[in-house]
C-alpha cells in the first residue's frame, strides 16, 4: 500500500474509532483479521499452498510459507483457517498505537498471481470503502 494512502487510512481508523468511542488497538485487530479472512477467501486455489501461506505480522511482514508438501488444499471462497487466524491474534496481541500490521504473502508466485487476481487490492478497497461508509455514519452533529 502507498505510503500516503496507508496514513490516509490509519486517519481513518482513528476517526472511526473516535467517533464510536471504541478502542483503537480493538478497530486495528478487527481490520486485521477483515483483511486477512477477504485476501484469503479471493485467493485462488490450486494446491492452496498460496492460500495457507497469508500471514500477518506487527510492525514487519511475516515471511514464513507453507512448504509445498504442507499444502492442504482449500475451497475457493473459503475464509482463513483457525490456525491463520490464532497466528494473527497472538501476533496483534501486543499491538500498540503506531504500530503497523502487516498482511503478506512470501510464496514465490504471490505477485504474479495478484497481478491477475487482485485478492489484496480488492479486499483494502472493500475494506476503505467500508471504513468510509461507517465513519460517515457516525460523524458527529
Not at 25 to 30: C, D, E, G
Not at 108 to 122: G, Q, R, T
Amino acid at each position: 500500500m502507498a505510503k500516503s494512502k496507508r496514513k490516509s487510512f490509519q486517519a481513518d481508523i482513528r476517526q472511526f474509532a473516535e467517533n464510536l468511542q471504541l478502542d483503537v488497538i480493538t478497530v486495528m485487530r478487527k481490520l486485521a483479521l477483515d483483511a486477512l479472512n477477504g485476501t484469503v477467501r479471493r485467493t485462488p486455489v490450486d494446491t492452496g499452498r498460496l492460500r495457507a501461506s497469508w500471514r500477518v505480522g506487527l510492525n514487519s511482514p511475516d515471511t514464513s510459507t507453507v512448504s509445498p508438501e504442507e499444502s492442504p488444499g482449500g475451497s475457493p471462497g473459503a475464509p482463513a483457517d483457525g490456525k491463520q487466524v490464532g497466528d494473527a491474534l497472538s501476533k496483534m496481541s501486543s499491538v500498540k498505537i503506531g504500530d503497523s500490521i502487516h498482511i503478506s504473502n512470501s510464496v514465490e508466485y504471490a505477485p504474479f498471481v495478484e497481478e491477475d487476481s487482485h485478492m489484496l487490492a480488492d479486499t483494502f478497497t472493500e475494506l476503505t470503502s467500508q471504513l468510509d461508509k461507517a465513519i460517515r455514519s457516525t460523524k458527529r452533529k
